[in-house]
């Protein structure tokens, strides 16, 4: 088989993004995907910042297949029998961030990507690496050698071939997530009176608290246009530390029984089920990106970030799938496709917002994991809401002196200031 400039492995955001830079380039770029086509395997809560991501592909946003600009972002705290929720909207917010579908949007980005000349071959998996004198030099396939100037794998959280390259080991348990999510389908005017929203204004829900059993994670609920996407997320590794645990779909379902979920989802149809992991990679990158021959990107490169209020992923592995292609591209200007050249990747990413807000965030993880911030945190703030509002038989004290009775029970103690303390590596 004649050798290709480059064979991107997977065709989710980063792969994708990274063919169709190079087809635009006039290079020769094939994808290599196992799903059925671009979406068929792709999982997001989701919603998508257009902002880091426009100076990239300005020409695609404008036809691009994004559900709805989220105009409204909620968050929810859940003890066992309360919930105290706070919203906050802006007129900042317009084009800012939009909710978004994969199995549509990795479909149409795919389109884009043949459109330029590049060559997509669903339902292949790539299981092995191929070497010409002890360098990266192509992929196996089903059997079928391909060769390529580049590999770029963009194969996802668990990435065998970063593995297989030595850039990463296995995906530990601390370092993962899994999320359950369901697409659940709705009429637009029902969503939009149910979530208070004009047509094409979309709603960001974060749940957290009880919901998770005492398990690290959080439940999330996104608008789209004739949809909502409905999902909860749980650490691997506090899930397995908790022996009591229950199923994770036992968990799922109890959230989706709750008083404050069930109306949102009343009556609807569910058209997508779906399990994934997510790399939390203890928001850390992997070392370094790139080897002879080789780049890896997205999830596989563990660019996933969780900033607790938002999870971020997607730009990240667009971005990064953009900054591969122009390094392939000026390995090809060059001729030299070695580790040397190929580290200009991760110069590109170390400048780009990618490293810098990883960097920025590397500790959120710490503060995120906290059990007290999934369990007495959201049973405090409902407790001292439920004083509040609470008319009982006797006399009520004054508002004032009940909040500062909570705040004194809650936040005056050592664990409390250490916990705010903490609150900065957020
Ligand atoms: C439930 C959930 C909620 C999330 N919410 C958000 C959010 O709201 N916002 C956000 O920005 N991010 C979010 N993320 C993260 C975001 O979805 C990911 O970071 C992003 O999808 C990564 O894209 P990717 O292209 O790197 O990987 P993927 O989309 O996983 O693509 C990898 C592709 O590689 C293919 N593949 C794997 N192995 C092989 C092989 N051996 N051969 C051939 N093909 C292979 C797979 O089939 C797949 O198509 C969320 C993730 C999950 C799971």
Redesign the pocket.
Same mark, same amino acid.
């Given at each position: 088989m004649e050798r290709m400039d480059a064979v991107v492995?997977?065709?989710? #955001?980063?792969?994708l993004t990274c063919a169709y830079r190079l087809a635009c380039e006039g290079m020769q770029v094939l994808v290599?995907?196992?799903?059925d086509h671009p979406g068929s395997?792709?999982?997001?809560?989701?919603?998508?910042y257009l902002r880091p991501l426009r100076p990239y592909l300005p020409e695609l946003w404008d036809k691009a297949p994004l559900e709805r600009q989220v105009t409204k972002e909620v968050i929810t705290m859940m003890s066992a029998g309360a919930a105290f929720t706070a919203q906050f909207t802006s007129d900042k917010f317009r084009e800012h961030s939009y909710t978004i579908l994969r199995s549509r949007f990795d479909k149409w980005l795919g389109e884009r990507v043949v459109e330029r000349g590049g060559f997509i071959v669903p339902q292949?998996?790539?299981?092995d690496l191929l070497r010409e004198d002890g360098r990266i030099a192509g992929v196996v396939s089903e059997g079928e050698e391909i060769p390529a100037h580049v590999v770029v794998a963009?194969?996802?959280?668990l990435s #065998?071939l970063a593995e297989q390259a030595g850039l990463r080991g296995p995906l530990a348990p601390r370092h993962a997530a899994v999320?359950l999510?369901e697409v659940i389908k709705l009429t637009p005017p029902v969503i939009e009176e149910r979530f208070g929203l004009s047509p094409g204004e979309g709603a960001a829900h974060l749940f957290f608290g009880a919901i998770t059993e005492g398990v690290f994670g959080g439940g999330f609920l996104y608008t789209n246009q004739e949809t909502v996407s409905l999902?909860l997320?749980l650490g691997i590794d506090s899930f397995l530390r908790h022996p009591a645990a229950r199923e994770t779909h036992a968990i799922f379902e109890a959230f989706k029984g709750r008083r404050e979920i069930a109306p949102l989802i009343k009556g609807g149809e569910l058209v997508e089920y779906s399990a994934?992991?997510?790399p939390e990679g203890g928001n850390k990158p992997v070392r370094q990106p790139y080897t002879d021959g080789f780049l890896v990107?997205?999830?596989?490169a563990g660019l996933?970030l969780n900033m607790g209020i938002t999870?971020?992923?997607?730009?990240?592995?667009m971005a990064s799938g953009y900054l591969a292609a122009q390094t392939v591209k000026q390995a090809k200007e060059k001729g030299d496709y070695s580790a040397t050249t190929l580290a200009a990747y991760a110069t590109l990413l170390k400048e780009s917002f990618v490293l810098k807000d990883m960097e920025t965030f590397r500790r959120s993880l710490d503060v995120l994991e906290n059990p007290r911030m999934t369990g007495f945190y959201p049973a405090w703030v409902c407790k001292v809401m439920e004083d509040v509002f609470w008319i009982g038989e006797g006399p009520k004290q004054r508002v004032s002196f009940t909040i500062w009775k909570g705040i004194r029970q809650g936040l005056f103690n050592l664990r409390a200031i250490k916990d705010l303390l903490r609150l900065r590596r957020i």
């Open positions: 492995v997977g065709a989710g #955001l980063a792969g290599l995907e196992r799903g395997k792709n999982v997001t809560g989701g919603r998508i292949r998996r790539v299981t963009a194969d996802g959280a #065998l999320a999510k999902g997320v994934h992991l997510i990107a997205g999830d596989a996933a999870v971020r992923g997607m730009e990240f592995a």
